[in-house]
């Protein structure tokens, strides 16, 4: 089974700043790789998919990208209502899906 | 409008069976696989299995083969995930949700709280 590691696994920034979040997989998954964001009660709402391609109606400062082996979530500029649990999912040829464990977003 | 509308919470006791459901409006069901998350109390996401509803191919992941069954009727747009032995370890939230054809999960139920306990 693939495994899916997400780096960190909380953090807290301030109004403004860049985050970034890593999640990598134990094997090449072919960008087959999205990350979804969860605010307390909510259900989660997908953000980007296919590692790279934001999701219709999601704002910009919303991006993924890929540095090696691993993939990055990027928030540009923080805003308050980004406060929220982000996961990234991968799936693979055989329709099994894989989610990371989950990185906390607060405000410093 | 795409929408997952599931079925309300339920309250059962360790051994009692269950079939919660998922019903997809403003497209065609059958051409989308619908799929099944598990977040425990606190916890993170856990794909739990999915079903194509147009020709009942299912998939589980290794985590949760056995443990449920997965369906779905075409005709009323509703896809289900049953128990036939409930567990305390299977308190949760359960979501749908729609594999947009990306592997990713463009939709999702509003999820229907599960607990089980004596």
């Known amino acids: 089974d693939i495994q899916m590691t997400q780096s960190p696994s909380s953090l807290s920034a301030s109004v403004g700043d860049r985050v970034t979040i890593t999640c990598r997989a134990s094997?090449?998954?072919?960008?087959?790789l999205n990350w979804y964001q969860q605010k307390p009660g909510r259900a989660p709402k997908l953000l980007i998919y296919?590692?790279?391609s934001l999701q219709t109606g999601v704002p910009s400062r919303f991006s993924g990208g890929k540095s090696g082996t691993d993939f990055t979530f990027t928030i540009s500029s923080l805003k308050p209502e980004d406060v929220a649990t982000y996961y990234c999912q991968q799936y693979d040829d055989l329709l099994v899906f894989t989610f990371g464990p989950g990185t906390t977003v607060d405000i410093k | 409008e795409v929408q997952l509308v599931q079925s309300g919470a339920e309250v059962k006791k360790p051994g009692e069976s269950l079939k919660i459901s998922c019903q997809g409006s403003?497209?065609?069901?059958?051409?989308?696989?619908v799929g099944w998350v598990r977040q425990m109390p606190g916890k993170g996401l856990e794909w739990m299995g999915i079903?194509?509803?147009?020709?009942?191919?299912?998939r589980y992941s290794p985590s949760f083969q056995g443990q449920v069954t997965i369906s779905a009727d075409r005709s009323i747009n509703t896809a289900y995930v049953q128990w036939s032995r409930l567990k305390a370890s299977d308190s949760a939230i359960y979501y749908c949700v729609r594999d947009g054809g990306s592997g990713a999960f463009d939709f999702w139920g509003q999820g229907t709280k599960v607990t089980v306990s004596s």
């Open positions: 403003g497209y065609t069901f059958a051409t989308y696989w």
């Open positions: 296919d590692a790279f």
């Open positions: 079903i194509y509803p147009g020709g009942s191919d299912t």
């Open positions: 094997q090449d998954i072919n960008n087959h």
